[in-house]
């Protein structure tokens, strides 16, 4: 029987993980459970936040003073895309939908294994954050727990956006009823840009600040959108709620899974998630 010691040290690393599978899986909750579109590239952009802040710190950039830039880069490159293959997306069925936003996945691994190489790459953590604390026993992750509380932050800061703010309620007209939406005056257009943008800077924030639990690699696209899929399904489709509960669900039962039974490996995630929805195959909340 492990020590109270690991035990709330495996949880403080699911909870951490899980927390980041949360930052990406937002903006694909975003993208796919509320605007309903198949966007299979979304950690596509991930992996382009990841890559911009590795390349503004080998300049010399602190990871701190990084973060905000490559999160807005990748912001206007979504908000790009979004202007032009995205308005192409939007009036294909689900089916053309997936076929599109996969191709734009290889164009972006292809990319970025140009610019970059094939090798894992990790970003540096800043001195501040590095080290551990200790506390009767028990070794905490600095790094760690500023995941948690950053991520604790953008949950409270986009339930508040959705629930409390003009914006919020506008983006829900108008994916509910856009041609109501238009008659009443709001720029739908223009509305769902800005939030596809949203999306893939949170996706963005996700793949910078958890570098160190999913190494950048050109097919960190491809690699880890299943566990992203996985957040948004157990979740719910368009639940921020939903998506948060089920990442850290996710991401301790992986933790405790590959702790207490190795020779499986990820083996019991995929388990665990394939017995969850049969039983409830619309997730854990789902949005009218």
Known sequence: MPS??????LFLDGASYGMILFLIASGL????????????????????????ALALVSMGLPLLAALPIAVLFTMAVGFLLEQTIYRVVYRTHEFGQILMTLG??????????????????NIPVPEALNGVWLAGGLTISKYRIFLVAVSAG????????????MFGARLRAAIDN?????????DVGRLLSVAFAAGCGLAALGGVLG????PLEPFYALKYLVLVLMVVTVGGLGSLKGSLVAALALGLIDTFGRYFVPEFGGFV?????????????????QNA
């Open 178 to 186: 856009p041609r109501m939406a238009r008659a009443s005056g709001i």
């Open 4 to 9: 109270l010691s690991t035990l709330l040290s």
């Open 29 to 52: 909750t975003v993208t796919l459970g509320i605007m309903r579109i198949v966007n299979l590239s979304h950690c596509g952009f991930a992996m382009i936040g990841g890559y911009a």
């Open 211 to 214: 570098a160190q639990m999913l």
């Open 269 to 285: 995630i995929y388990v665990t998630v394939f017995a969850f929805l049969l039983v409830r195959p619309r997730g854990l909340f």
């Open 104 to 121: 734009l996945t290889y164009l972006m691994v292809a990319t970025i294994n140009l610019l970059f190489g094939s090798l894992m790459q």
């Open 154 to 165: 953008v949950a409270v800061l986009l339930w508040a956006t959705f629930e409390w703010t």
